[in-house]
Nanobody
Framework: QVQLVESGGGLVQAGGSLRLSCAASGLTFSRYSMGWFRQAPGKEREFVAGINWSGGNAYYADSVKGRFTFSRDNAKKTVYLQMDSLKPEDTAVYYC????????????????????WGKGTLVTVSS
């Protein structure tokens, strides 16, 4: 059974930092591209960042580029999202997802179509 478990969410002031983690089990982790997505209250889920199987290529939504850093540790079957210079508009439930598609970036930027999803972790940024 595949599981993706997010952690690291919480309450932080604007300008602060958080580091999210997503631990995977039940899949051959190194064969999957991974993504982070978020859903704010009343809004649709949106793409935040993606990373290829090796960690050599990470890509970001324009809204977080330069502030967020996506990395992975295949030995630990875990991905990380370092979030710096947080803004109140970053407040959302953050989800990680996994896909084995060869068009991973195309799928992720649509915000859906991942093979597996986690249950999410809440990030709240106060002004």
């Amino acid at each position: 059974q595949v599981q993706l478990v997010e952690s690291g969410g919480g309450l932080v002031q604007a300008g602060g930092s958080l580091r999210l983690s997503c631990a995977a089990s039940g899949l051959t982790f190194s064969r999957y591209s991974m993504g982070w997505f978020r859903q704010a209250p009343g809004k649709e889920r949106e793409f935040v960042a993606g990373i290829n199987w090796s960690g050599g290529n990470a890509y970001y939504a324009d809204s977080v580029k330069g502030r967020f850093t996506f990395s992975r540790d295949n030995a630990k079957k875990t991905v990380y999202l370092q979030m710096d210079s947080l803004k109140p508009e970053d407040t959302a439930v953050y989800y990680c997802g996994a896909t084995h598609s060869l068009n991973a970036e195309g799928i992720m930027r649509k915000g859906y179509g991942m093979d597996y999803w986690g249950k999410g972790t809440l990030v709240t940024v106060s002004s």
